[in-house]
C-alpha cells in the first residue's frame, strides 16, 4: 500500500511571498488533513477535509493560508503571503473511515523555511 | 487551550531501562488515544493506540497504561533499544480529529 505522498520535500522563501504544497492520499481514504509543525512541538491541526468537504478550518489563518481538495483525492495548501512565522513542517495525513477514529497515516512532510 | 499535555520534553535512558512518557487531556469526550513515533526527517507513524474501555494495552516492548478517571494514559518502553531513539507523541481523537502533545524526544545511550 503506497503512503502519503507529498510535495516539495524542502522549501525556502523570501517573506511575502508564496507558496503551495502538495498531497496525495492513501487510495480510499475520506479524510485528509493538513497539520502544521513547528520545530519542537507537535503536529497542530490546520485544515481536516471529509472527501471534498471541510470538516474544521478553525485554526487555519484564512488571511494568508488556503487549502483545497480537488475532487476529494489529491489536496494543495497554499500560503499567500508567507512570514517568518510560518516556518514549520507542513504535514498532510489521511485515514479510511469518516465518523470513527481510526489510525491517521502521515506523509514525510514539507519543511518550509520563510527568510 | 492545549488539549493535550505530555510530559516529560526530553527523556535519556540507558539500554535495557525502561521508558515512561505521561499524558494528560481534559476532554471526557475523547474516545481514541494513540501514541506515534517520529524520526528526525520523518513525519509521525502510529506506535500504539488505546480506546478508553480498556485500561491497558501491550504490543511486544510497547505498553499503554489508561487512567480514565484520572484522565491520563502513559507510554512504557520496556528494554529500550538505541534504535528507540526518536521523539515520541501522545494524541488524542474524537469523531477523528486528533490533538497532539508537544512531543518527547527519547534518547537510549548504548
Known amino acids: 500500500e503506497a503512503g502519503v505522498a507529498q510535495s516539495p520535500r524542502y522549501k525556502i522563501i523570501e517573506k511575502r511571498q508564496s507558496v503551495a504544497f502538495w498531497c496525495n492520499p492513501i487510495?480510499?481514504?475520506?479524510?485528509l488533513y493538513w497539520y502544521q509543525q513547528i520545530l519542537g512541538q507537535g503536529p497542530k491541526l490546520l485544515i481536516q477535509f471529509q472527501n471534498n468537504g471541510v470538516v474544521d478550518d478553525s485554526q487555519l489563518p484564512k488571511d494568508r493560508f488556503s487549502a483545497e481538495r480537488l475532487k476529494g483525492v489529491d489536496s494543495t495548501l497554499k500560503i499567500q503571503p508567507a512570514k517568518l512565522e510560518d516556518s514549520a513542517v507542513y504535514l498532510c495525513?489521511?485515514?479510511?473511515?469518516?465518523?470513527?477514529?481510526?489510525?491517521?497515516?502521515f506523509g514525510q512532510g514539507t519543511r518550509l523555511t520563510v527568510v | 487551550q492545549q488539549q493535550v499535555k505530555q510530559s516529560p520534553q526530553s527523556l535519556i535512558v540507558q539500554k535495557g531501562g525502561i521508558s515512561i512518557i505521561n499524558c494528560a487531556y481534559e476532554n471526557t469526550a475523547f474516545d481514541y488515544f494513540p501514541w506515534y513515533q517520529q524520526f528526525p526527517g520523518k513525519g509521525p507513524a502510529l506506535l500504539i493506540a488505546?480506546?478508553?474501555?480498556?485500561s491497558e494495552k501491550k504490543e511486544g516492548r510497547f505498553t499503554i497504561s489508561f487512567n480514565k478517571s484520572a484522565k491520563q494514559f502513559s507510554l512504557h518502553i520496556m528494554d529500550s533499544q538505541p534504535g528507540d531513539s526518536a521523539t515520541y507523541f501522545c494524541?488524542?481523537?474524537?469523531?477523528?480529529?486528533?490533538?497532539f502533545g508537544s512531543g518527547t524526544k527519547l534518547n537510549v545511550k548504548p
Open positions: 494524541a488524542a481523537s474524537n469523531f477523528n480529529k486528533f490533538y
Open positions: 487510495s480510499g481514504h475520506a479524510t
Open positions: 495525513a489521511s485515514s479510511f473511515q469518516a465518523n470513527k477514529n481510526t489510525e491517521a497515516f
Open positions: 488505546i480506546r478508553p474501555d480498556v
